[in-house]
Each structure stands twice: as structure tokens, then as C-alpha cells.
């Protein structure tokens, strides 16, 4: 459970978040957070309530609002993830999510860049007694942007004793990427690591030229996984394939899919190009106050209960 102070940090995190995005054009939305369908994704086991699912991302109705009309959004919400627990992961956490119309995945890294160096900013004027370890100008990161720029294929190349095809093929990309990769990335400096494979796609667009990658990055500070942004897939009927495929996976695995999300599905043939990138938010609070656990950084952890 977080003490005054703690709690007086996050509510200033959130505030220069809020502020960055206003001051930036962005409008903030809200959406809900039980849902009768979401995301079919077979490595995520969602949260069951009273028959509907509690969201583990906003992503399918924001872009909904994207469609409709709206051309910069964010949101600030709780997420959940069944079974999501240790150092960097809690099954409720809370997400910042948005999204920009006409843009693509390098539009997003800038926005990071910008969104960093102005939280940091704003935190050390309204907050001046703040220790920030890991950011601190004499042995921590340096915000200056533009910020490294890696390919997943060279980070494999640098880090891994495998290549990335060889983990791609012997099915141990996260394994490989968690234990021999991770830990390199983002020491000095915020690093995106990008152009994922296409087979990591998710809900990103392919590469043009390079089809075999996506146009997908992860932000990486002091070793952690911190935001995961892409030029959105906007082909309802590609996008129809890769949820079938995932729902086979789901159920595979012997869990019962939540369905094909229909609704998002008509919405995405109106929406002719965007970009969009979740951030965890509990993970930069956990970087900004110098802690070890997530759990450390949010006003209720389970084991306050």
C-alpha cells in the first residue's frame, strides 16, 4: 500500500501525462471496461465477469472512436490479465493508451520521446524533493532524444545465441528475448526495438517493402518492457484471419474463446491508416521512484488485502 507521499507522485504522474496529451491536441476518452467481447489473443487469459470480460486493453473500442471520426485520443484505465503476476507484472494494472489517425509507428516514437521528456520535466517542477535514480543526470538515463533505434534481427544478432529465425523456428522467441536480450536494452538510454516478425504482428501492419516484419516497436528503459506501439492493421478482412487463427490457438489450449469481435471488425474498413501504443504506466512509476516491484507502486497490491 502505497504511503502519502507515494500516492502524491502517482497523482502527479498521472496529471503531467493528462497534461502532455491535452497541451498536444489529444482528447481523452473513456470507454468500458466489461465487455462482452475483446481482443482474441492466445497468449493473454482474460478476466471473467458475470458472463462478459473485463478488458486486458481499450485498443478495440478506441479504435472504434477512431473510426468514427475522432483523429488524436488517449485514455488512462485499469487493465486485466488472469494469472499475471511478479516483480514487473500484476493482473490489475493500469494502462495509458492512445491513438493517432494518419500516422504510423515512427509518429509514436516521437510522441514517446516528447511524453517522457515532459513527465520528467513537469515531475521536477511540481515535485522537486523527488528522487529519480534511474534518470538522474549523474549515472541514469539520458532523455535526450532522438533515442536509439534497434531491429529486433540485430538485437538477436548482438545479444542472443541464437538468431532470430532460429528462435522464430525452434518457438522460443520470448524465452530467448526475456532471458538474453532484455536486460541489454535500454541501460544508457530509452531503445525502441522494432520491426518485429510478421508472425508477432498481432494487430500491426506489415512492412511494405519487408513484409516478413511488422511495423510494430517496443519501448525498452533499464531493461524493461514499457510501452508496445504499431501502425495499425486496417484490412478488416486480413485482420479477420489472424483473430480466427487466434481463436484456434485459444481453443487448442482448452479454453473457451470469447468470439469474433464484429463490431470493431465493420468499424475497421472506415478507418484508413492510424497508429497506437499501450505504455504501463505502473512500470514508469516503478522506474521514477527507483523501486524493484510493481506491486510497490500502486495504491492497493493484492497482498494489502
Request: proline share 7%.
Amino acid at each position: 500500500m502505497l504511503d502519502p507521499q507515494g500516492l502524491r507522485i502517482r497523482a502527479a504522474l498521472f496529471s503531467a501525462v493528462r497534461l502532455f496529451f491535452t497541451a498536444n491536441g489529444f482528447l481523452e476518452v473513456d470507454t468500458p471496461i466489461r465487455q462482452p467481447v475483446i481482443i482474441p489473443e492466445s497468449n493473454i487469459i482474460p478476466l471473467a465477469a458475470d458472463g462478459q470480460y473485463l478488458q486486458t486493453s481499450p485498443e478495440l473500442c478506441m479504435k472504434r472512436i477512431l473510426a468514427a471520426g475522432c483523429s488524436r485520443i488517449f485514455q488512462i484505465c485499469p487493465c486485466f490479465r488472469k494469472d499475471e503476476r511478479g516483480r514487473r507484472h500484476l493482473e490489475e494494472f493500469t494502462m495509458l493508451e492512445w491513438y493517432r489517425r494518419d500516422a504510423d509507428y515512427h509518429a509514436l516514437m516521437t510522441d514517446c520521446e516528447d511524453l517522457l521528456q515532459s513527465v520528467v520535466g513537469r515531475l521536477a517542477e511540481i515535485l522537486p524533493d523527488l528522487s529519480v535514480p534511474e534518470m538522474s543526470e549523474s549515472g541514469g538515463l539520458d532523455l535526450a532524444a532522438p533515442w536509439p533505434r534497434l531491429t529486433v534481427e540485430e538485437a538477436f544478432r548482438r545479444y542472443s545465441p541464437l538468431s532470430l529465425d532460429q528462435a522464430m523456428a525452434g518457438d522460443c522467441f520470448e524465452e530467448v528475448l526475456v532471458e538474453f536480450v532484455e536486460p541489454h536494452l535500454g541501460v544508457r538510454s530509452p531503445v525502441f526495438l522494432l520491426d518485429y516478425p510478421a508472425e508477432l504482428a498481432s494487430l500491426a501492419r506489415k512492412k511494405a517493402e519487408e513484409p516478413a516484419r511488422a511495423e510494430r516497436f517496443e519501448l525498452y528503459l533499464n531493461g524493461i518492457e514499457l510501452a508496445n506501439g504499431f501502425s495499425e492493421l486496417t484490412d478488416a478482412d486480413e485482420q479477420r484471419q489472424r483473430f480466427r487463427h487466434e481463436l484456434d490457438l485459444i481453443e487448442r489450449s482448452g479454453r473457451r474463446p470469447a468470439g469474433m469481435p464484429e463490431r470493431f471488425l465493420d468499424d475497421l474498413d472506415r478507418l484508413p491508416s492510424a497508429a497506437g501504443i499501450a505504455l504501463g504506466l505502473d512500470r514508469l512509476l516503478m522506474l521514477l521512484m527507483g523501486q524493484h516491484e510493481i506491486s510497490e507502486v500502486v495504491s492497493f497490491a493484492p497482498e494489502d488485502f
